[in-house]
């Protein structure tokens, strides 16, 4: 392929540990949240957006939530990333 690819950002899926969950609420439901999706910008940035099920159970919506500025969820999308990286440069 002569022509370079442009990728707009590569994604990946993180279950979050059950000691750094937290809760939650949009329109009036409160959620757990449970996954991140962290996203590497173009820029090589990270941006990350949790999601979760409702605690009252249920499917509930597939809603975003911001991911809260804490050092443990930091070092969690961190060392996602590095191990992405990691296993993106072993594939076969």
Excluded: C
């Amino acid at each position: 392929m002569d022509a370079p690819v442009d990728l707009s950002a590569l994604a990946i899926n993180v279950v979050i540990p059950e000691e750094l969950r937290w809760r939650d609420t949009r329109r009036g439901e409160e959620f757990e949240l449970q996954s991140l999706t962290i996203r590497m910008l173009p820029d090589g940035t990270l941006a990350a957006k949790a999601y979760g099920r409702p605690v009252a159970g249920g499917r509930g919506a597939y809603v975003s939530f911001p991911v809260p500025d804490r050092p443990e969820l930091d070092a969690l999308v961190a060392a996602a990333a590095d191990e992405a990286a990691r296993r993106w440069a072993a594939h076969a």
